[in-house]
């Protein structure tokens, strides 16, 4: 198994460009998750999706942040308008209910 | 109360020690704990993970569990400085988060020649 495909590996976007990061989980997989990391915050839980279905976005910023999973192959997580501010490793991570999970390599995004 | 602990850092032991991770955590119906190895500039990767009160073994590393005490730790055993990294512990709750793992905030160990 290729593991979880997060793309692109590095992102650098001007504030108020539209950012859009990729991934796929590992095939069969059940839950999906997007992270944010920083030295500040550490790692963030954004929103994760349980078949394919969103079960908490809380932890999305604001509404500038949206995240869909319109199957079980491909998630994306979109910020628009970008700022300064989002500048962070964002990682994707795929699990089997009751299990740890598998991270993605991250998606470096430097918004200058 | 935060959600999960973990004990302060950064740590230093020399190679050749046993390193001592430590985590504590409040939801008592937690019922997964892992641990996760974080190298700088990757992403984290899972090592060991403890279902049932006592210790677990795998190579150099040792997981240990008492639920009653709401802890979990980490021992690495002839620490080797390949083994310098963040460390996180995670756990699993029952309920309606089932599936989601709440993380502490890591701790960074150092192994020094």
């Known amino acids: 198994d290729a593991g979880v495909i997060q793309s692109p590996r590095h992102e650098v976007t001007e504030m108020g460009q539209e950012v859009t990061l990729r991934c796929k989980p590992i095939?069969?997989?059940?839950?999906l998750f997007w992270y944010r990391q920083t030295m500040m915050r550490g790692l963030e839980l954004l929103i994760y999706f349980n078949n394919n279905v969103p079960i908490d976005d809380s932890g999305m910023p604001e509404d500038r942040f949206s995240a869909k999973m319109p199957n079980a192959s491909f998630s994306n997580l979109k910020i628009q308008p970008s700022e300064p501010r989002d500048s962070a490793v964002y990682f994707c991570?795929?699990?089997?209910?009751?299990?740890?999970?598998?991270f993605g390599s991250g998606t470096r995004l430097t918004v200058v | 109360q935060k959600e999960v602990e973990q004990n302060s850092g950064p740590l230093s032991v020399p190679e050749g020690a046993i390193a001592s991770l430590n985590c504590t955590y409040s939801?008592?119906?937690?019922?997964?704990f892992f641990w996760y190895r974080q190298y700088s500039g990757k992403s984290p990767e899972l090592i060991m993970f403890i279902y049932s009160n006592g210790d677990k073994e795998d190579g150099r590393f040792t997981a240990q569990l008492n639920k009653a005490s709401q802890y979990v730790s980490l021992l690495i055993r002839d620490s080797q400085p390949s083994d310098s990294a963040t460390y996180l512990c995670a756990f699993l709750a029952r309920g309606t988060s089932y599936g989601k793992l709440t993380f502490g905030q890591g701790t960074i160990l150092t192994v020094h020649p």
């Open positions: 095939s069969g997989h059940d839950y």
């Open positions: 991570a795929s699990s089997l209910a009751g299990s740890g999970y598998t």
């Open positions: 939801d008592r119906g937690s019922q997964s």
